[in-house]
């Protein structure tokens, strides 16, 4: 069983940058990046396929996140610039996808989050 463990997280101005890893135990196909706010319900950010091609990025993010991957190193990366304080929010990566790359339900496997709060 492949586990996920999320890092890069932090505290950040307005219009600043963080990247985000998700390094995983062993090989993986489908990564699925989501976030969840306080008192709000998980959402789905973008998700990335073996070959670094994305998904189409969340409405919110789009022209600011850049999802990638390092196969070598069994890393994904989600490069976070202009960020936003309603960017704020616990940053997931997701794996063992079946089904809607963009429903949380479709994961089987999960990393433990990591917490970005942007200040305005």
């Known amino acids: 069983q492949v586990q996920l463990v999320e890092s890069g997280g932090g505290l950040v101005q307005t219009g600043g940058s963080l990247r985000l890893s998700c390094a995983a135990s062993g090989r993986t196909s489908f990564i699925g990046w989501f976030r969840q706010a306080p008192e709000k319900e998980r959402e789905f950010v973008v998700a990335v396929n073996w070959d670094g091609l994305p998904t189409e990025y969340t409405d919110s993010v789009k022209g600011r996140f850049t999802v990638s991957r390092d196969n070598a190193k069994n890393t994904a990366y989600l490069q976070m610039n202009t960020l936003k304080p309603e960017d704020t929010a616990v940053y997931y990566c997701?794996?063992?996808?079946?089904?809607?790359?963009?429903?949380?339900?479709?994961?089987?496997?999960w990393g433990q989050g990591t917490q970005v709060t942007v200040s305005s």
């Open positions: 997701a794996t063992n996808l079946r089904g809607d790359p963009r429903r949380t339900g479709s994961y089987a496997t």
